[in-house]
């Protein structure tokens, strides 16, 4: 039952040190994470988001590099 619309989740299990799990437990208490998994979840999330991001920015070529630094050259930054 439940809505159609709604997709079924799916669920693996992964292994964390017992002391881990133990410190996310206590860190959790009185927010509103109702388990481990939840944070872990949300954290990951997070971390993976956060590369992602990193990932989009603009890097330069070399080509462009090489041209900011004869830029720099002629105004006198670099040597």
Known sequence: MGDEGEKERKYTTVSIPIQLYEK???R???TGFTS??????????EV???????EKEEV???EEEE?????????????
């Open 24 to 26: 996310i437990k206590q």
């Open 60 to 62: 330069f070529t070399k």
């Open 48 to 54: 993976l988001a956060s590369l992602e991001e990193e």
């Open 28 to 30: 959790i208490e009185g």
């Open 67 to 79: 041209k900011v630094k004869e830029r720099l050259r002629a105004l006198g930054y670099l040597d």
């Open 36 to 45: 481990v998994s939840d944070y872990v979840t949300y954290v990951l999330r």
